[in-house]
């Protein structure tokens, strides 16, 4: 029985001493593992004629963006010469009422010439 007893001891110490190692290795747990899926973009293969082709398109582009802004900047002078020519116009216009009612004024007659001429531009 003392026999019986002692082996029970041991196997029961053995049993311990096994969980004891068991819960020591289920504590630190296993070792970490990380995945990386890196995003990277590889950009397709493309021919000579590709590369001409879209290199036209964008020089294509920029010159139309450079017709469009200069367009631009042509009808703001031609609005600003037109508004100066109206101006120039008018003072013409008193000019020519003022040296009317000078020559009135002084008696002097003009040719009809002149005025035909005036008269048809």
Not at 13 to 26: G, K, L, Q
Not at 37 to 46: A, F, L
Request: glycine share 2%; aromatic share 6%; charged share 25%.
């Amino acid at each position: 029985m003392k026999t019986n007893r002692t082996v029970v001891a041991i196997v029961v110490f053995v049993v311990c001493c096994v969980m004891v190692v068991w819960f020591s290795t289920s504590i630190q747990g296993s070792q970490k593992t990380y995945e990386i899926h890196p995003n990277v973009d590889i950009p397709e293969y493309s021919t000579d004629i590709n590369r001409i082709v879209n290199a036209y398109e964008r020089l294509m582009e920029r010159y139309m963006n450079l017709t469009e802004k200069n367009l631009t900047n042509i009808e703001v002078d031609l609005q600003n010469t037109a508004v100066k020519l109206d101006s120039i116009e008018t003072k013409l216009t008193e000019l020519s009422a003022r040296t009317a009612r000078i020559e009135k004024a002084l008696g002097i007659e003009q040719d009809k010439r002149s005025v035909e001429k005036g008269s048809r531009n």
